[in-house]
């Protein structure tokens, strides 16, 4: 996989160099700044020998406010001096899983972005009154815009980019690869840690073809002299994993510790109609995609499965498993021997609404991670879901970060309007997820405190319209992760707001 996004003869060091000079840059700014004050993280420690700790990011995305690389560097490393650092084991493996899309921000940085800041910032004056998706929609046409160059040089080498919503995301594969990869990458090795985080973006290869450093860079940035281009005229939906230490080292900086990658499969409606292309579904090349990841010193076997993919249990035939991951994803991890659920998200809806499928999303999400512990069929010892908070235009992205164990017994918890089984409101197949369950160790809380439904969704509503006083909560929840399981250890620790 990393030989396919790199492409062979083009990783020369002289390159990297170049290339890694804004983003240095950058970084030593984000040190220097002060980090806003967090709150309370959520830490459910087992210090056993050999087990993984493993940091879960409910990350605030503030695309208004990335008007530079310096500034998305500086958000990242504040995530993790803040709400990581303090918290590090000693002695073993520290894995800190980013949400699904924590890229996304990236896209806003930089001269070719100024007119979408603007109107994240400000509003759209001709989307007033109107709902999802106008202001979505004004906010890629102001990229398309911005990116014009770049699409202008793209288009002729993949025509078909012309007739996607979301060929912005292919135009800005530098800014992806050197800001968003190279910044991940650097927090690995800076702070000794495992990192994983996920976005969307094309394949690419590291080129120092006049024409394309000319089209393709940012416009801060004329003293680059080769660029990371896209290879495919598509994005996908990627996770990303980093390691300590680089292993590659005739790799530039993004790619020198990269140590797996999982591209999405199946796709949301959402991703579809921008035209994102999904991951291999059949053959060996799902099941490679889909393949665990040992973290050394540890019985971990990391299974990625991004949002969609962790609901997706379909009916299994007898040594099947992996034959179409697209019906029977999780059972493929789990004939794998995947055993931790990387479950990263990026939940566009309001928490407090509807999904397309039930009418409490609390309820219908405990069929993703809440499942994957509880589930006979599979055998997942732990789930990691993080999740994105925070207004992209008029889309709300919101949720409850949690990690899970299977098996545990004591107090329960759960996610907000789940107290009960509402008759009426909420389909029968849900019945069983209703109620405090064991099976959390550590929860992110949601703006407020639980209560009746009706006045969570109003909270809901103002949240995703920017009113009312609310405000997402940026946090992070911690737990151990030995094996065997622990079964009668602490848990349902909820973090502070």
Same mark, same amino acid.
């Given at each position: ?28 700014? +984000?040190? $220097?700044? !002060?980090?806003?004050?967090? &709150?309370? @993280? /959520?830490? *459910?420690?087992?210090?056993? %020998?050999? =087990? ?61 972005? +100024?007119? $979408?800041? !603007?109107?994240?910032?400000? &509003?759209? @004056? /001709?989307? *007033?009154?109107?709902?999802? %998706?106008? =202001? ?65 973006? !094309? ?8 024409? *394309? ?72 090349? !799902? ?211």
């Amino acid at each position: 996989m990393r030989a396919a996004l790199v492409g062979a003869g083009l990783l020369l060091c002289g390159l990297a160099v170049a290339l890694a000079a804004t983003t240095g840059a950058a970084k030593t700014t +984000a040190r $220097a700044a !002060a980090c806003p004050h967090p &709150g309370r @993280p /959520a830490l *459910a420690a087992d210090s056993k %020998p050999h =087990a993984l700790r493993v940091f879960a990011i409910q990350f605030l995305q503030q695309p208004a406010l990335m008007a530079t690389a310096a500034d998305y560097a500086r958000a990242i490393d504040c995530a993790i001096r803040t709400e990581v650092v303090p918290y590090l084991a000693h002695g073993r493996p520290n894995l800190v899983v980013f949400d699904e899309d924590v890229g996304l921000e990236t896209l806003a940085i930089g001269p070719r972005a +100024a007119a $979408a800041r !603007a109107l994240l910032t400000h &509003g759209v @004056p /001709a989307c *007033a009154g109107k709902l999802f %998706p106008c =202001a979505t929609l004004a906010t890629l046409t102001a990229l398309d815009g911005g990116y014009g160059r770049a699409l202008t040089y793209l288009d002729k080498r993949f025509p078909s980019l012309s007739g996607q919503l979301g060929r912005a995301f292919v135009a800005a594969t530098d800014t992806f690869a050197r800001v968003f990869m190279g910044t991940m990458a650097s927090e690995a090795e800076r702070y000794r840690i495992y990192v994983v985080a996920s976005n969307t973006q !094309a394949p690419f290869a590291l080129t120092r073809n006049p024409a *394309a450093v000319q089209a393709l860079r940012d416009p801060a940035t004329p003293g680059v002299k080769a660029i990371y281009a896209p290879t495919a005229g598509v994005a996908y939906d990627q996770t990303f994993l980093w390691g300590p230490q680089a292993i590659h080292r005739q790799d530039p900086p993004p790619l020198a510790n990269l140590l797996a990658v999982n591209r999405k499969v199946p796709l949301t409606s959402f991703e579809q109609a921008l035209g994102f292309a999904p991951g291999p579904s059949t053959g060996p090349a !799902a099941t490679a995609n889909l393949r665990p990841f040992t973290i050394p010193g540890t019985k971990a076997k990391l299974g990625f499965a991004t949002s969609l993919p962790a609901f997706e249990y379909g009916t299994v035939t007898p040594g099947r498993a992996c034959a179409d991951v697209a019906r029977t994803y999780m059972h493929c991890l789990d004939h794998l021997g995947a055993n931790v659920l990387i479950q990263a998200d990026a939940n566009d809806g309001q928490w407090t609404g509807a999904d397309g499928n039930e009418q409490w999303q609390p309820l219908s999400w405990m069929a993703s991670a809440y499942r994957a512990v509880s589930d006979p069929s599979v055998h997942f010892d732990y789930a990691v879901n993080p999740m994105l908070v925070g207004n992209l235009a008029d889309t709300p992205f919101d949720g409850q970060s949690a990690i899970l164990e299977r098996g545990r017994r004591g107090a329960g918890c759960h996610y907000i309007g789940d107290t009960s089984f509402v008759p009426g409101q909420d389909q029968s197949m849900y019945k069983s997820y209703a109620g405090s369950k064991p099976q959390f160790l550590a929860l992110a809380p949601w703006v407020v405190p639980d209560g009746p439904r009706p006045a969570l969704r109003k909270v809901g509503d103002d949240l995703a319209a920017g009113s009312g006083g609310y405000h997402y909560v940026q946090t992070a929840v911690i737990a151990d992760l030995p094996f065997p399981v622990d079964r009668t250890r602490p848990g349902c620790v909820v973090a502070g707001r």
